[in-house]
């Protein structure tokens, strides 16, 4: 019964920004590990930013400088803000969070960078 809901995808143009959340809601013991996936038409499912329990994050490389991954343990939400986009950047964004020591995913948002 624990759902993880993804918002604030939408459309944007090329150089512009939005900001992801993920918020994990149900009978929720402990969260571990937060992470943002995506997919894109005709590729394979990449990880994109990853932050633990305790804080430490990592990026993939197509955005690391750009991207920035957080987390509010208080409200058991993860955001992602995405700042100078790119059309490379278009893609089915999922959440995936450790949630009582459960794999769990979101069901996808979409995020369109086009002019």
């Known amino acids: 019964q624990v759902q993880l809901v993804e918002s604030g995808g939408g459309l944007v143009q090329p150089g512009g920004s939005l900001r992801l959340s993920c918020a994990a809601s149900g009978s929720i013991f402990s969260i571990g590990f937060m992470a943002w996936y995506r997919q894109a038409p005709g590729k394979e499912r990449e990880l994109v930013a990853i932050i633990t329990s305790g804080g430490s994050t990592n990026y993939a490389d197509s955005v690391k400088g750009r991207f920035t991954i957080s987390r509010d343990n208080a409200k058991n939400t993860m955001y992602l803000q995405m700042n100078s986009l790119k059309p490379e950047d278009t893609a089915v964004y999922y959440c995936?969070?450790?949630?009582?020591?459960?794999?769990?995913w979101g069901q996808g948002i979409q995020v369109t960078v086009s002019s």
């Open positions: 995936n969070v450790l949630v009582n020591e459960w794999g769990r």
